[in-house]
């Protein structure tokens, strides 16, 4: 994998219409290496605590696909699995964190995802359905002083390759009500952005698993693609 982080100025975001030559670059940047180096992968994290890190198997592959055939870039076709304490951990710039039920990050685990995030990474976590309370307790030792900050809609991360003028999509019914997309910042820099009522891998997933009609799964994997390519340029 190629590192976009090394190669941008500290603080100053890339302008809205620039992804797409950054992207075609990514072959050739150095940087956070990858086994492969030039192939882009979704590290998706396992986590303890009794929450299922492993389900919908098939969601990261069919984003991964998704992602090659728009940008035309070398990718692996399976998710890499990594936990926090694992050595190539820094060696992911994206990490994809999903499931039901509970969380837990050790102290160790704790300092080592704090040091990952403040040093480029960036992590993403859909609730499944009953991830939301502990997983806001797991980042609150994470990130003491940082809020949860509901992300507008005018933000880049929905319109940076698809426009989303309303937010995140719907993809599946928990609890009814909209869905909500919230990010943590560090000296202004979102790197955590987390779903919220709408599952949106649950999209990614294939067809047969969920039975999501076609326009809600494009949806879903559009919306992910935004949020792949955010965080690969900002």
């Not at 809205?16 to 150095?30: A, D, K, M, N, V």
């Not at 492993?54 to 992602?67: G, I, K, Q, V």
């Not at 599952?199 to 792949?228: C, F, T, Y």
């Amino acid at each position: 994998m190629s590192n976009l982080y090394k190669f941008f100025v500290a603080d100053q975001p890339v302008k809205r219409g620039r992804w797409i030559f950054l992207l075609t670059l990514l072959p050739f940047i150095s940087g956070w290496a990858q086994p492969s180096f030039s192939e882009f992968t979704i590290a998706r994290v396992r986590y303890g605590g009794g929450g299922d890190w492993y389900n919908d198997p098939s969601a990261t592959r069919n984003m991964l696909t998704f992602f090659k055939s728009k940008f035309n870039l070398p990718c692996q076709e399976q998710e890499a699995k990594v936990s926090i304490m694992d050595e190539e951990l820094h060696s992911y710039p994206f990490l994809f964190l999903t499931g039901h039920g509970q969380i837990r990050f050790g102290q160790k685990e704790v300092i080592r995802l704090r040091n990952y995030l403040q040093n480029g990474g960036f992590l993403y976590v859909d609730d499944d359905y009953g991830l939301d309370k502990s997983f806001r307790s797991q980042m609150a030792k994470v990130f003491p002083d940082a809020e949860f900050l509901e992300i507008p809609f005018s933000h880049p991360i929905y319109h940076i390759v698809y426009p989303f003028e309303r937010g995140l999509p719907k993809i599946h019914e928990h609890d009814g009500g909209p869905p909500k997309g919230y990010g943590i910042f560090y000296k202004d820099r979102m790197v955590v952005f987390y779903s919220f009522n709408t599952n949106i891998s649950d999209g990614w997933a294939d067809p047969e698993v969920h039975d999501n009609p076609p326009q809600v799964r494009e949806n879903a994997l559009k919306m992910g693609l935004n949020i792949i390519t955010f965080a690969l340029t900002y």
